[in-house]
Structures are given as structure tokens and as C-alpha cells.
């Protein structure tokens, strides 16, 4: 599922709220305890700690050979583990947060705004590596974006929120004109492609 | 003083610069990494009063020191939910006030130990306790450590990862207080932050990795410590400063040696 809405509309507290970080009213129920959750790259602090990604694992109590095996399904080699947590480029260091949110095989894993600060290229890595932890893993991704070309292309369901829930369900049934324009308070047109393929 | 007295306050005087040494820099590898590496600066001020009242009513530095820090932290706490200041100015606030108390009635003999430090006058009684106290800090720190390290990544992190960040940062605030507490005795009030700060910035320098930055700064502050005692004993210099100054010369060789 993604969740969508302009700046503002309450996605990210609402991930927080499903999560019991922030004080919410109303009841969250969940039926797993196995729930993994990554903030927006740019609130992950003292990436110049001398944490190195082997450490950073085993902070989750995770073994060598399965953050290896992990890594070498986001793309990343063993030999990464060695490598100091700040020395990652952001499309490097996105990839291996995924694998560490990862690591100990969550039901569910809460995702906000995974490819802030990444390049074109580097989005649709992460975006794939997702839809294929998802499609191969019995994953549920609850994914907070503002872009809404990826919706299309990677969801089930979308979720759109501006203060209040919008709309509910598969894109195709929910994201019409005239929802969108309720969730973003403008006119906003899109044309689906049908020629991606994962 | 016999030769016998002697070597007991010298192998006293080691145990407990060993022990306060190593647990300062340990901690001081996580208060680097936290930004945090000053805080023992202001805090070792704060212990002035306390070390006032101990020197002037002949009572244990580290047993005036310590309420001293939890009365100033609580002061800057309650400062800060009252005037909505930063913390770091409210306790500029609080630690000058505390200079300025202590000196209103600190003997002018007793001046120079409550700022660097007197090792030379040490009971078999306080240095058991405070082995047993820097047993314990290591003991706590290590085991916050993974959890503090996470919380200064991603505070969100952490918490969704079932860290109680606030218990652990209770922990880890109340493992500063008591190793500050500890420090003032043998570096006195004006040089606490040295005790931590500088092992772990030379431990940065050093190190390829968190666990050599953490185990390193906990060798180099032992280290520097045994090093300034011995260097008192033979010279009579007050230990607090030359353990710093060696401190700070490996401070200094690691410059050339950075990883």
C-alpha cells in the first residue's frame, strides 16, 4: 500500500502513530509483532559515527552470513560489511537500510519516503528492490511517498490522506481526477504507461 | 611518610586512575559520538560547591561532587521546562552560578586541589568504592551502548526498533554524572572534560571501526592516567595535569598516526 498526499497532510505522523511513537486516538491493531520501520534518509543522524555496516547489523543482533546474504539481495557485496557506515553514497547507503530493516524477515515493513535525496536511476532501484521483497517475500509494504507515478507501477492499494482519508483502494478505482484534486487542492493529471514490467 | 605509605597511596592512587580513566574515556567514546564530548565540562564545574563543602568539612570530593552535578542537572531541567531556553545556555547559567558559590566560601588552600585535582591524600575506603562505582559505569555503559549508538543514528529507529530511548538515555546521563563525580577527584573541576574527551578524539583518530574507537578510548584513558600518576610520583606535579598533557601528547602523535 502506498501512502500518498501533498506536504503537510499527516502521512509521515500517521506511520509513527501505527507504530505507537506518537500519541494518536482511535485504535491500531495489528496481527503481527514482526514490523520494521525506515524514517526518510535525511533524519538518519551521524552517518560519521565510525559504525561500520557489519556493526550497524549487528546492532539487530543479525550474523555475518545473514547480513551478507541480505546485502547480496539489495545488490550489495559481502564485502560492504567493512565499510564504514558514512563512507556510502545515499544510493548505497539507501539500499543497505533496506536490507537492515530487513535482515530479521518482518511481516510488514512501514517505509517513509525511501528514495528522498536519490537520483532518477537510483529510484527505480529502490523501488524495484522493494516490489521484489514484496512480490518474493510475503512482505506488506506500507510506503509513504509524494510520487505518484510509482503508485501505477508497485501498488496493491493506495491510501490518500490530507488531513483526513481521501480515498481508499486499488489505483485504479480510487485515483480519479477528481479525487486528486480533492488530495492536492489542485488540478492534477496523469497518464497511466502500460509497457513496465517487473 | 614511610616508604611502605608511600607505595600504597601509589598503588591506590593507580587503581583508581586506571578504573575512572578507562571508564571515562569508554563513555567519552560515546559522548563524542553523541556531540556530547563537552558536557563534562560544564558538569565538572558544577561539582565545585560539592568539592568546596567536602574539602572544607573533610569528607569525600566524589560524595560532595555527585549530588552537586544531579542538583545542577535538575536545575537546568527545570530552567529549561520554565524559560523554554536552550539547554546549553541554561547551563552556562547554572555552572558559572556554581563557580561563583564555590568561591564565596572555598579556603584560598584549597583552591588548586578543587580545580586540578589531589590524588596524593587517598583512602583504601574511596578508591575500593569508586573501582567498584567505575566497574559499574563500565558494566552500564556497555550494555547501553549498542541502543545509545542507534538512538544517535535515528531516533525513530531505535524506538521502532523497541529501544526505550528514554530509559536509555537516563541511563546514560546518570553513567556521565557519576563518572564526572568520580573524575573530579584526580583531575579535579576546572579538566573533566579532558578525562573523556580527549581518549576519545584520539581513539577517532585511531580507529577503522566503533568497536576500536570504543575498546581504545577506554585504553587510552587508563593509560593516561597511569601514565600522570607515575609522572607525579616522581615529580610531584599535580596528577589532574599531567594527565591531561599526556593525554593530550597521544592526542597529538595520532594526528601523524590517523587511520
Given amino acids: ?198 | 611518610m614511610g616508604t611502605g605509605s608511600i607505595d600504597m597511596q601509589f598503588i591506590l592512587a593507580l587503581a583508581m586512575g586506571t578504573l575512572v580513566g578507562g571508564a571515562a574515556g569508554y563513555l567519552g567514546t560515546l559522548m563524542l559520538s553523541k556531540r556530547m564530548a563537552l558536557v563534562a565540562g560544564p558538569l565538572g564545574h558544577l561539582t565545585l560547591p560539592g568539592i568546596a563543602l567536602a574539602l572544607t568539612f573533610g569528607f569525600d570530593v566524589s560524595l560532595g561532587a555527585f549530588p552537586m552535578v544531579v542538583l545542577g542537572i535538575l536545575f537546568i531541567w527545570l530552567f529549561e521546562i520554565k524559560s523554554k531556553l536552550p539547554m546549553e545556555a541554561l547551563t552556562a547559567v547554572v555552572f558559572a552560578s556554581g563557580v561563583a558559590i564555590t568561591f564565596l566560601f572555598l579556603p584560598e588552600e584549597q583552591t588548586v586541589p578543587a580545580l586540578i585535582g589531589d590524588i596524593s591524600q587517598i583512602s583504601f575506603l574511596s578508591t575500593a568504592i569508586t573501582v567498584i562505582l567505575c566497574a559499574m559505569i563500565l558494566v552500564a555503559t556497555s550494555r547501553i551502548y549498542p541502543s545509545i549508538v542507534l538512538i544517535g543514528i535515528s531516533e525513530d529507529l531505535a524506538q521502532s526498533s523497541g529501544v526505550h530511548t528514554r530509559k536509555y538515555n537516563f541511563v546514560y546521563l546518570a553513567c556521565i554524572a557519576l563518572m564526572v563525580s568520580l573524575g573530579v577527584r584526580i583531575v579535579g573541576g576546572l579538566m573533566t572534560a579532558a578525562l573523556s574527551a580527549i581518549p576519545a578524539c584520539t581513539s577517532y583518530n585511531l580507529s577503522k571501526n566503533q568497536s576500536e574507537y570504543s575498546y581504545r578510548g577506554m585504553i587510552l584513558g587508563s593509560s593516561s592516567c597511569i601514565l600522570g600518576i607515575i609522572g607525579f610520583m616522581f615529580t610531584g606535579i599535580p596528577a589532574g595535569l599531567l594527565i591531561i598533557l599526556v593525554s593530550t601528547s597521544f592526542f597529538v602523535v595520532s594526528l601523524f598516526l590517523k587511520r
Fill in chain 1, 1 to 198: 500500500m502506498i501512502i500518498l498526499g501533498p506536504n503537510g497532510a499527516g502521512k509521515s505522523p500517521l506511520l509513527k502513530a501505527l507504530l505507537g511513537l506518537v500519541p494518536y486516538s482511535g485504535e491500531v491493531s495489528w496481527v503481527t509483532k514482526d514490523i520494521s520501520y525506515l524514517p526518510p534518509q535525511e533524519l538518519f543522524q551521524r552517518r560519521d559515527v565510525l559504525l561500520n555496516v557489519g556493526e550497524f547489523f549487528k546492532l539487530k543482533n543479525a550474523s555475518q552470513e545473514k547480513a551478507s546474504g541480505i546485502l547480496k539481495r539489495v545488490g550489495l557485496s559481502s564485502s560492504m560489511l567493512q565499510k564504514s557506515f558514512g563512507s556510502l553514497s545515499t544510493g548505497q547507503f539507501q539500499r543497505m537500510i533496506i536490507a537492515w530493516a530487513l535482515v530479521d524477515e518482518p511481516s510488514v515493513l512501514l517505509f517513509d519516503e525511501p528514495t528522498s535525496g536519490i537520483d532518477v536511476g537510483g529510484q527505480d532501484t529502490v523501488y524495484s528492490l522493494l516490489h521484489d521483497f514484496w512480490e518474493h517475500s510475503n512482505l506488506t509494504i506500507l510506503l509513504v511517498t509524494h510520487d505518484l507515478n510509482i503508485v501505477w507501477e508497485h501498488a496493491d492499494n493506495v491510501l490518500c490522506v490530507n488531513k483526513k482519508q481521501v480515498c481508499c483502494g486499488p489505483p485504479k478505482k480510487v485515483l480519479a481526477p477528481e479525487s486528486l484534486e480533492e488530495l492536492y487542492g489542485t488540478g492534477v493529471k496523469y497518464y497511466v504507461h502500460g509497457h513496465r514490467k517487473y
